[in-house]
């Protein structure tokens, strides 16, 4: 067993690969932003229905401003581009969607929606703790170092 945990473990007692787990996480975390992106621009009056229903001011408005922040946010998480920022921004649109759309809503699939949203903001706030890592528009640039 001593062996196996050896194979798994650096010298230092890291785990191997960890070099990878902020890439993938870029990933997984930025295809929720880009796939919506898509889905509202494939249905943008619908979309502003639904944003109307719900309760979001100027709905006609919200939709492209909600899609530039899908798309640009979800993008510049996915290469690592000005990771920080894009978290910062996506934090923003996580919280306003969590406590203004989801929670007054009440519904069980809304309340879903709201702690999907907290948990998204909860891994920004490491992305913005941590930088973008490895693989990374930042890591070329000199922008990925951890805050102090």
């Known amino acids: 067993m001593k062996r196996v945990v050896d194979r798994l473990l650096l010298a230092d007692g890291t785990p191997r690969?960890?070099?990878?787990?902020?890439?993938?996480?870029?990933?997984?975390?930025?295809?929720?932003?880009?796939?919506?992106?898509?889905?509202?621009?494939?249905?943008p009056t619908g979309t502003a229905q639904y944003f109307a229903r719900v309760g979001v001011p100027s709905p006609g408005i919200a939709i492209w401003l909600s899609i530039a922040i899908h798309l640009i946010g979800g993008l510049a998480l996915l290469i690592g581009f000005r990771t920080r920022w894009a978290a910062a921004l996506l934090?923003?649109?996580?919280?306003g969607t969590?406590?203004?759309?989801?929670?007054?809503?009440?519904?069980?699939?809304?309340?879903?929606?709201f702690y999907k949203n907290l948990v998204?903001?909860?891994?920004?706030?490491?992305?913005?703790?941590?930088?973008?890592?490895?693989?990374?528009?930042?890591?070329?640039?000199?922008?990925?170092?951890?805050?102090r």
């Open 17 to 43: 690969g960890t070099a990878y787990f902020l890439p993938i996480a870029r990933l997984l975390m930025s295809s929720l932003f880009v796939w919506d992106a898509v889905v509202q621009l494939r249905n």
């Open 91 to 95: 934090v923003l649109l996580c919280l």
């Open 120 to 147: 998204m903001t909860g891994g920004f706030l490491y992305v913005i703790a941590y930088g973008a890592g490895s693989l990374s528009v930042d890591q070329f640039t000199g922008r990925s170092e951890p805050s």
């Open 98 to 113: 969590a406590f203004g759309v989801h929670l007054p809503a009440g519904d069980a699939s809304n309340m879903i929606g």
